[in-house]
């Protein structure tokens, strides 16, 4: 970061390079490991297992759901609400079989990273 703001700098232009590092940042080392974790290493070892399909689809995402449920519960605690808490598992959830889908309709990862990518950092926008 402080090499991207110290190039910014020098050209002139440090929100251009601010821009560029928070979608490096989100593309590699969230988006990337998220859908490596969940869409590719964790689907494969179900299959090989040989669990039911739908258990591929729904777990990893109701794990991805949960990992993501724990930042509001930690850092706000159960002031956040029990019922926001479970929407928004409910929606990480669904949004989990939706990178799902994605990856085996690509037949690559890239095109959920991208997307994953790209949601995250736009939540950051707004």
Known sequence: YLFSLVLG??????????????W??????????EELVFRAMLPHMMTK??????????VPAVLFALMHTLVPLVTQGFAAGLQTLAYSCL?????GCGF?????WSNTLWLPILVH??????????
Do not use: E, H
């Not at 490096?24 to 990337?32: E, N, P, T, W």
């Not at 297992?49 to 729904?58: D, E, N």
């Open 9 to 22: 700098l020098i050209v002139g232009k440090p929100m251009v390079f601010n821009i560029l590092y928070g």
């Open 117 to 126: 990518a790209t949601l995250d950092y736009l939540s950051l926008l707004i």
């Open 91 to 95: 929606g990480l959830a669904v949004s």
């Open 24 to 33: 490096f940042y989100y593309l590699i080392f969230i988006a990337l490991s």
């Open 100 to 104: 799902y889908a994605l990856y085996r």
């Open 49 to 58: 297992s040989g669990l039911p399909q739908w258990c591929v689809w729904v």
